[in-house]
């Protein structure tokens, strides 16, 4: 398997693994646009046991148990935590340093994607995540 490997802006924080992604996707969400300023966000999924993310990570917990992480430098949004799902950490797709190894697999919340979005893809596209509402 290929390792995975990524990092912040400033290069403070690197994150690495050599497991298959759990899922990749891109999240529409209103609270996932907000918290990383993007009009769309990718997500690809790591196994807790096998990520390692080394250097001067923050958390805030963007809603009840959730915990979103960021470099503490210069504030790169880095990862999404849940108690929903707490065995695996949803790194930001675009902090990858490669981002060929980003291959989404569907499209969450498209129903509150941006109004003027336009994408001609053939992904599936789910007006949630399954079971749930806060992702
Ligand atoms: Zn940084
Ligand atoms: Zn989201």
Redesign the pocket.
Known sequence: MTEKTG???????TWRTGDAPNWAGICHCHSCRKANAASMVGYIAFANTGLKIT??VATFESSSGTERG???????PLFYRSQRWPDETHMMAATLDDPAQFQPKAHFHWAEREPWLILDDDLPKYDATAGDNDA
């Open positions: 990092r912040c802006l400033c290069g403070a924080v250097g001067p960021f470099c503490a430098h210069c504030h790169t």
